[in-house]
């Protein structure tokens, strides 16, 4: 196979991040995602690994027990079983345990983790090598279907696992052996003769090696995750060598095209969303650390072009992405059904991660407000109330069947969700040399250094249930840096003001950017209109058509059986219709909406009719959709008929 050219590699760049995010121990979060943060630490965390274990993923794991052999029946013609992605639900499940134990200290949860990690040592190999399906189920053949069988992908995920529970408890057992299992990587890929030119099936663990990278110090591993974007879909195509290889014809592939897989053509060339949703947005996140990392111009073309097909012809209004159950990813442009969204919670998370990355070379209120929108409604929705059952698909319409699950068979979303959501405090903020950018509000405090001396900065505020955000900034001191104020899309006006006086600042890219020397006691005080609103479809959009959707800031709105007499597609919004804030018996301090509407009739109960159906006022409520599905089950949504 043909060898990525040294300039590609890496070898000629020299790497520079401008914005990185804090890290968790950094941020002390409150406000609305605080008690969030204390039911996943303090409930959620745990769950997960009753769960794994009920599951037998430490049975496979630990040598010193009885091999459970093949749990989960293969699938996709006998090509995978998800039992070998076992490995990265136990990572994410360590990883959303670390920022837990960042949150609130638990010696129970502390040393069920240790017991993992402990497994996970003996089982490794003297090479370093770390897979528990091909140590116990396939011994003797690593490495020879990564298109399939997500053995990086797994890497990836128990490497991020180990950098957080460095982070949160100073161990570095975990570390030391997923360094081990990266030196391993390391040595057999690569644009070196003799190594293999193979790459991710299911992208991710671009992300781990650039956290890894960071977190060491070693340069060859962000130089081996720039490999594996540089890499992928260049000819001959190492996924149909690699099926040669194993004796079968690359069109015999389940889903037909390496599309699926985001291997179809380098990643330089790529223009379009397309395939599996979560291998798209973790891929696409990779090259943005990448970009930001070396420095490396020559992706932005495709990042933004990628962007601009997801977000103007894709994106569902949630902020979800990918249609089709057949596929969990993309069908064709404009194509965003309701009822039968696939929404994958875990392509939501994928998409917060690119998201943020595409905030790394400069404050840009498009991808923040995409993270925002994809965090606050379709990640959210995945974790029920009490922190207990997950959504793994999020239709925007249901019938009263469609309800969180317990498990799955394929348990990726429930700890992606959760690591994302314990971890959310390093998603508010972007720091570089001389800038600090305000990327999402929330009562917090949070410690950096920034233009060399300490910053102190602590949000005050109630948001998202109002605009208000008072923001104290603390350097130890006098310093000259610039502070980046986000200022949404959906705000329709914002005042601002420091120390009391009023400024009269306009936004670059979304973001107010203010430079001055700052000092101890400077205040600043953002107030964005949260005024209701609805939204309207693109035309092409046909499930939509003649709708409309709620929104209240970062929220989108739905309304519930439980909340209304007649079946929800009866009631009629009025284009201009009065929208009103209220609040619920069950989340009192959750902004409900109260809608002044229509609702429709029959004059009988024959199926077909001549004369139309009579129409009376209603009111309508609605709630945030993230909520939906936490009390009594029946209907549900999100797209409202317009009266005609």
């Not at 057949?326 to 194509?335: R, S």
């Not at 379709?378 to 109330?385: F, K």
């Not at 799955?408 to 903020?429: D, E, K, M, Q, V």
Request: proline residues 6%; glycine residues 6%; aromatic residues 10%.
């Amino acid at each position: 196979m043909n060898a990525i050219p040294s300039s590609q590699a890496g070898e000629a760049m020299q790497p520079k991040a401008k914005f990185r995010p804090l890290a968790v121990n950094q941020i002390e979060v409150n406000g609305f995602f605080g008690p969030k943060l204390d039911i996943t630490a303090t409930k959620t965390a745990k769950l997960l690994f009753d769960r794994c274990i009920e599951a037998r993923m430490l049975e496979l794991v630990d040598p010193l027990l009885p091999n459970p052999g093949i749990v989960i029946p293969f699938q996709h013609n006998n090509t995978v079983t998800t039992q070998m992605f076992w490995d990265s639900d136990f990572g994410k499940s360590i990883e959303t345990a670390a920022y837990a134990l960042n949150r609130h200290r638990d010696g129970e949860l502390e040393a069920r983790v240790d017991e993992v990690i402990d497994a996970y040592g003996r089982l490794q190999a003297e090479d370093g090598y770390l897979n528990s399906w091909y140590l116990r189920i396939e011994p003797g053949k690593r490495w020879t279907n990564l298109r399939d069988r997500h053995e990086l992908y797994n890497a990836g995920h128990l490497m991020e696992g180990a950098i957080a529970y460095y982070h949160a408890t100073g161990k570095r057992k975990f570390l030391d052996i997923m360094c081990r299992y990266a030196d391993c990587i390391d040595a057999t890929f690569g644009p070196e003769d003799g190594k293999k030119k193979g790459y991710p099936g299911h992208p991710e663990l671009e992300l781990a090696l650039i956290k890894l990278g960071r977190v060491t110090g070693e340069q060859r591993y962000l130089d081996l995750a720039k490999f594996f974007v540089d890499a992928r879909g260049q000819a001959p195509n190492y996924f149909d060598e690699e099926a040669y290889a194993r004796g079968e014809k690359p069109e015999d592939f389940h889903f037909s095209t390496l599309e699926y897989c985001q291997a179809h053509k380098p990643v330089r060339e790529q223009r379009e969303v397309v395939g599996h949703a979560v291998r798209a947005a973790y891929l696409y996140a990779g090259m943005a650390d990448v970009a930001t990392e070396f420095s490396d111009a020559s992706l932005d073309p495709a990042l933004e072009a990628l962007w601009a097909h997801l977000t103007e012809r894709n994106l569902y209004v949630t902020g979800g992405f990918g249609p089709s159950k057949e596929n969990e990813g993309l069908t064709y442009d404009y194509d965003l059904p309701n009822d039968s969204a696939y929404a994958e919670t875990c392509a939501a998370v994928a998409l917060v991660f690119w998201s943020s990355r595409m905030l790394g070379r400069a404050p840009d209120a498009r991808y923040a407000d995409v993270m925002e929108r994809a965090l606050y409604n379709n990640v959210l929705s995945g974790l029920s109330d009490d922190g207990t059952h997950f959504f793994y698909d999020n239709p925007l319409e249901s019938h009263g069947h469609h309800h969180r699950w317990r498990w799955h068979r394929c348990p990726c979303c429930p700890p992606n969700a959760a690591r994302l959501i314990a971890s959310i405090g390093t998603y508010f903020y972007g720091l570089s040399e001389d800038e600090v950018a305000l990327h999402l509000y929330c009562d917090n405090k949070a410690e950096m250094a920034v233009a060399g001396s300490r910053l102190t900065l602590t949000q005050k505020t109630r948001y998202p249930a109002d605009g208000l955000i008072a923001l104290d900034v603390a350097p130890e001191t006098p310093t000259r840096f610039t502070l980046s104020l986000r200022v949404p899309a959906w705000a329709k006006g914002y005042s601002l003001t420091l120390n009391g006086e009023k400024l009269d600042a306009s936004p670059e890219k979304g973001y107010i950017r203010l430079q001055r020397l700052w000092q101890a006691g400077d205040r600043l005080v953002l107030e964005l209109d949260m005024q209701p609103q609805l939204l309207y479809a693109h035309a092409h959009v046909a499930a939509d058509q003649g709708r409309a959707a709620l929104l209240r800031g970062p929220f989108v709105y739905c309304i519930e059986g439980v909340d209304h007499a007649a079946p929800l597609n009866s009631y009629l919004l009025k284009d201009g219709c009065t929208i009103s804030t209220t609040s619920i018996e069950t989340w009192p301090d959750t902004v409900a909406l109260s809608i002044n509407a229509l609702v429709e009739k029959q004059k009988d109960d024959a199926l077909y009719g001549e004369e139309p159906p009579m129409r009376e006022g209603a009111n309508l409520m609605a709630i945030p959709y993230y909520l939906w599905d936490n009390r009594a089950p029946g209907e549900m949504l999100v797209w409202l008929r317009r009266e005609a």
